[in-house]
């Protein structure tokens, strides 16, 4: 299928920049092409920021934008203002950042939950209304939102609203010593980002994105992924269990996976590798269950061993 050998040109690609970080770079090229939204949540330094810009770079024919979040960024600074022309006497909307194809939410947490939520119907529904007047966005629309955890200082947990309407959130960590020795002779001289031509084309991203959508997903498997979303609503320590969307982003996020290891259809352990990151974010415990140490991954993990998977 020559859409799995665009898909994996374009991993290749960023994991030539991005360093030892393939299982991560896979899950968020696949949020990419499943039409979803990723949160990269881990420390200053992992190379957050540098995974973004790569994935753009790789992109020919893509409008990448970034926006800094701060305490004092509004909710226009995202989407757009309109302005009174003096010629005409008329307003006229000056589209925001978000009328993009790749945005970068850089340290989203650091923004008040006001402008966080600015994004919400972006997100959720490709679409931005302002003022009354409804804006579409075309095209592939991928944000990719970084933030530091929520205990340090200067920063705002994000609403619930917001952490749904991700498909995924993954870590990147600390990577081995050889791979930091080879970060190292990477930048020696400049930045590998810097150097990057584009592998793929705008068009060639929505054909990948259309290609995964035609692999099979059976009856048996949509009722495990179902299973799996429903089995955290009857837990006594989740305050807020997962929603369908859920669900959704399961079904798609394992057809794009599939798709990049050549299958024509979706196996049981695929919708088990990617179901810690797309289900635990999601889930909001209980503040007894919170302090006691308990941890949504966890659960997760616990819940893919229990629920029987169809053979």
Same mark, same amino acid.
């Given at each position: 299928?020559?859409?799995?050998?665009?898909?994996?040109?374009?991993?290749?690609?960023? $994991?030539?920049?991005?360093?030892?970080?393939?299982?991560?770079?896979?899950?968020?090229?696949?949020?990419?092409? @499943?039409?979803?939204?990723?949160?990269?949540?881990?420390?200053?330094?992992?190379?957050?920021?540098?995974?973004?810009?790569? %994935?753009?770079?790789?992109?020919?024919?893509?409008?990448?934008?970034?926006?800094?979040?701060?305490?004092?960024?509004?909710?226009?600074?995202?989407?757009?203002?309109?302005?009174?022309?003096?010629?005409?006497?008329?307003?006229?909307?000056?589209?925001?950042?978000?009328?993009?194809? #790749?945005?970068?939410?850089?340290?989203?947490?650091?923004?008040?939950?006001?402008?966080?939520?600015?994004?919400?119907?972006?997100?959720?529904?490709?679409?931005?209304? =302002?003022?009354?007047?409804?804006?579409?966005?075309?095209?592939? &629309?991928?944000? %990719?939102?970084?933030? $530091?955890?929520?205990?340090?200082?200067?920063?705002?947990?994000?609403?619930?609203?917001?952490? /749904?309407?991700?498909?995924?959130?993954?870590?990147?960590?600390?990577? $081995?010593?050889? /791979?930091?020795?080879?970060?190292?002779? !990477?930048?020696?001289?400049?930045?590998?980002?810097?150097?990057?031509?584009?592998?793929?084309?705008?068009?060639?991203?929505?054909?990948?994105?259309?290609?995964?959508?035609? %692999?099979?997903?059976?009856?048996?498997?949509?009722?495990?992924?179902?299973?799996? =979303?429903?089995?955290?609503?009857?837990?006594?320590?989740?305050?807020?269990?997962?929603?369908?969307?859920?669900?959704?982003?399961?079904?798609?996020? @394992?057809? =794009?996976?599939?798709?990049?290891?050549?299958?024509? &259809?979706?196996?049981?352990?695929? %919708?088990?590798?990617?179901?810690?990151?797309?289900?635990?974010?999601?889930?909001?415990?209980?503040?007894?269950?919170?302090?006691?140490?308990?941890?949504?991954?966890? #659960?997760?993990? !616990?819940?893919?061993?229990?629920?029987?998977?169809?053979?």
């Amino acid at each position: 299928m020559i859409e799995t050998e665009w898909a994996n040109r374009l991993e290749q690609a960023v $994991n030539a920049v991005v360093r030892g970080q393939e299982g991560t770079v896979r899950r968020v090229l696949a949020c990419l092409f @499943s039409g979803g939204h990723v949160l990269l949540e881990d420390f200053p330094g992992t190379g957050k920021t540098t995974l973004a810009k790569a %994935i753009a770079k790789s992109v020919g024919g893509a409008e990448f934008k970034r926006v800094q979040f701060t305490p004092d960024l509004l909710p226009s600074d995202i989407l757009g203002v309109s302005v009174l022309d003096p010629r005409t006497q008329e307003f006229r909307f000056h589209h925001g950042p978000v009328f993009t194809d #790749i945005l970068l939410a850089d340290e989203i947490n650091r923004a008040s939950p006001r402008t966080q939520s600015a994004l919400l119907e972006a997100m959720g529904e490709r679409q931005v209304t =302002v003022e009354g007047n409804r804006y579409d966005l075309d095209g592939i &629309f991928f944000v %990719i939102a970084t933030q $530091n955890p929520v205990e340090f200082r200067g920063t705002y947990p994000l609403p619930e609203a917001q952490m /749904d309407r991700f498909a995924m959130q993954c870590k990147l960590g600390y990577v $081995n010593a050889a /791979d930091e020795a080879m970060i190292l002779a !990477d930048q020696r001289e400049s930045h590998p980002v810097d150097a990057m031509q584009p592998v793929l084309t705008r068009e060639e991203v929505m054909q990948i994105s259309a290609a995964s959508r035609q %692999i099979r997903f059976s009856d048996e498997l949509r009722h495990y992924a179902v299973s799996l =979303v429903a089995a955290t609503r009857g837990i006594p320590e989740i305050q807020l269990a997962a929603s369908p969307r859920a669900s959704l982003a399961l079904m798609k996020v @394992s057809q =794009v996976i599939s798709l990049f290891e050549g299958r024509e &259809f979706v196996v049981p352990e695929v %919708i088990q590798s990617v179901a810690e990151d797309v289900i635990a974010h999601r889930l909001v415990l209980a503040p007894e269950s919170k302090y006691s140490g308990m941890d949504a991954r966890q #659960i997760v993990r !616990d819940l893919v061993a229990k629920v029987p998977a169809p053979v």
